[in-house]
């Protein structure tokens, strides 16, 4: 069964900061990886996708990587803000069945 | 911007009794999903939906559970005898074409 693990659990880091958030899963065999941000109490919000054959994915101050040999993806943020400060969940795609690691929670001090 | 809706935002039933979660996605998209949050613990797949069948359902999704796309908008899950431990968060997402999934914000589940 596919395991998805998020490193670090908590990350706190002044305004400003470039970081980088880890995203591990054992089985290799997957379609996609998307990546989302949840705020306390509501939905995910999608961040960006990444299709199995690709490596990354930009938008805006973010980068997803995606190494599919060796079971990784990085999600890094240039230039943290307080806005930024949520729980970014990974997800997997084990072609139509869907696992989520627990989060990495993001806290941005001004 | 479209997005994919969920009622009630809340639910309060008693244990054993039925309730139905809706869902009404993004209109055009294809792929349909329902996953569940206990609180403090991962996001938990539950089931796939497309072409008007399941296309994958997790373990948790057994018995007690169905879904249904009753009419061309909405998408239901149905508890039919509701435990202690199906409290949770239950999140619907849909999906342009079964790659990027867009979630709503959620029903909570209380079971008493």
């Known amino acids: 069964k596919q395991e998805v693990t998020q490193i670090p659990a908590a990350l706190s880091v002044p305004e400003g900061e470039n970081l980088v958030l880890n995203c591990s899963f054992t089985?290799?065999?997957?379609?996609?990886l998307q990546w989302f941000r949840q705020d306390p109490g509501k939905g995910l919000t999608s961040l960006l996708l990444?299709?199995?054959?690709?490596r990354e994915q930009t938008s805006g101050r973010l980068n997803a990587s995606l190494d599919k040999s060796s079971g990784r993806s990085t999600l890094y943020i240039a230039a943290s803000q307080p806005g930024d400060s949520a729980t970014y969940l990974c997800?997997?795609?084990?072609?139509?069945?869907?696992?989520f690691g627990s989060g990495t929670k993001l806290n941005v001090k001004p | 911007e479209p997005e994919v809706t969920q009622t009630p935002s809340h639910q309060v039933t008693q244990m054993g009794q039925e309730v139905i979660l809706r869902c009404v996605p993004i209109?055009?998209?294809?792929?349909f999903y329902w996953y569940r949050q206990i609180l403090g613990q991962k996001v938990e797949f539950l089931v796939s939906?497309?072409?008007?069948?399941?296309?994958?359902k997790s373990e948790i999704f057994d018995d007690q559970f169905s879904v249904e796309r009753p009419d061309g908008s909405n998408f239901t899950l149905k508890i039919r005898s509701t435990k202690l431990e199906d409290s949770a968060m239950y999140f619907c997402?849909?999906?342009?074409?079964?790659?990027?999934?867009?979630f709503g914000p959620g029903t909570r589940l209380t079971v008493l």
């Open positions: 997402a849909s999906s342009p074409q079964g790659n990027e999934q867009f």
């Open positions: 089985d290799s065999a997957i379609y996609n």
């Open positions: 990444i299709q199995s054959s690709q």
């Open positions: 997800a997997v795609d084990n072609f139509n069945k869907f696992y």
């Open positions: 209109s055009n998209h294809l792929y």
């Open positions: 939906f497309y072409n008007n069948e399941i296309s994958e």
